[in-house]
């Protein structure tokens, strides 16, 4: 194999391959540009064999004032990356017949976040100061750096970085003397058990669970229309934190609370996780069904619907999977059609 050959397979290639293909295939590319192979990338037009200033390539991908016009609405290549293709261009742009590119997917899912959960050893430690097990986790990795624990905080200290923490709200000053003055050796787990009994902390947590459900008391969108029913969910999550109900049964009655628990009010307030999302007043009651924009609108929304599940209770972002082809995951779009008309006949 050739010098030039070897450089075009080994960092033009893989260039072509990591940033333009996903636009630029042969299936439909943009611009009727596709750089799949030799063939196709030479009928463009868009590459002066041994001149690169010549080249409309380097006018597209060389940034002006940082910003370049490909690839579009993405960082621009990296100078390396320039200067390689350039280069290639200038050294008489070699594409050896026999290679075809492949938009770059990643094979090796040997990650930490696709490894089964294992229940560590806790570490052996006689130290007074390793109270609990997750204290030993932490003294170990502070001895492996030769570090010190900090010193226990004081009392006061101590009462408003757990109020806080717990409901969202600084201790009263009777609480605050009524903490100090307790001589009971268990005065701090008293503490935590009667802040974990105030109707504060669910709604101090509740605020982080409707964050990831996107709720809101309006529909946001253009109008913004306020949701006078939306309430009695906000308030179903904040009583489940307060009741202490178990993780599994929170999930069941927001995604099938009406299957699983018929008659049971839950089983339906729930489900108010399905519709938390915004909702395009405009597109689902002012414009037809019939019409391109009410069916956008009611895709969008059973998307949101699906990637919200799926965002929420599998950590999981699928929202690339409405692509033909996804470089990291392997969901196929049926798989999410599929789920999606589950949302839809619910």
Known sequence: MSKLESHFRDRVATI?????LSCHGNESPEGDFSLQDASSFFTGGHVESGDADASHLMDLITPKDGHAEMPQDADPLDPSDLNAIRQ???DGAI???DVVLQEASVSDFDWWSYQPLVRPEVPVISDAWASSPIDRFILKKLNEEGLSPSPPADRRTLIRRLTFDLIGLPPTP???ADFLADPDPLAYEKLVDRLL???HYG???ARHWL???KYADSNGYDKDKLRPNAWPYRDYVIRSLNEDKPYGRFV???IAGDVLFPGEPDGIVGLGFIAAGPWDFIGHVEVSESKQDGKVARNLDRDDMVSGALNTFCSVTVQCARLPQSQVRSDHPATILWFAGGFRCS
């Open 211 to 213: 964050d990831v459900v």
């Open 174 to 176: 009777d609480d605050v």
């Open 252 to 254: 069941q009655e927001q």
């Open 95 to 97: 594409w050896p017949a």
């Open 197 to 199: 009994e105030s109707k």
């Open 88 to 90: 290639w261009i200038d």
């Open 16 to 20: 072509f391959s990591q940033r333009c």
């Open 203 to 205: 709604e101090r947590w």
